[in-house]
């Protein structure tokens, strides 16, 4: 059974910077894809990034290409977020994601098989 444990939300305003950590524990890290989603208040949980096994493919919503980056290190088993230009609708809980998938980069969440428990994301104006 795959654990993940997302850390590094919290409160920071427009404009500025946060780096999300997903710590991953039970599996083989390079055998997944992994995802990066979101739940803002009274909103269904949107995609955000993906990258591949590898690091070499990776994919973005429209909303937040240019702003935020995905990547991995194999050797920690972890993914990150780096989240710069912040704005107030950035603000949720986000959820990374693993998908039994070298290759994949679904934006899809049925797709994907573990889910963390989140880390909330406070953008004040």
């Known amino acids: 059974q795959v654990q993940l444990v997302e850390s590094g939300g919290g409160l920071v305003q427009a404009g500025g910077s946060l780096r999300l950590s997903c710590a991953t524990s039970?599996?083989?890290?390079?055998?997944?894809?992994m995802g990066w989603f979101r739940q803002a208040p009274k909103k269904e949980r949107e995609f955000v990034a993906t990258?591949?096994?590898?690091?070499?493919?990776?994919y973005y919503a429209d909303s937040v290409k240019g702003r935020f980056t995905i990547s991995r290190d194999n050797a920690k088993n972890t993914v990150y977020l780096q989240m710069n230009s912040l704005k107030p609708e950035d603000t949720a809980v986000y959820y990374c994601?693993?998908?039994?998938?070298?290759?994949?980069?679904?934006?899809?969440?049925?797709?994907?098989?573990?889910w963390g428990q989140g880390t909330q994301v406070t953008v004040s104006s």
């Open positions: 994601a693993a998908e039994s998938s070298l290759l994949s980069l679904s934006t899809q969440q049925y797709e994907y098989d573990y």
């Open positions: 990258i591949n096994w590898s690091g070499a493919g990776t």
């Open positions: 039970g599996g083989t890290f390079s055998k997944y894809a």
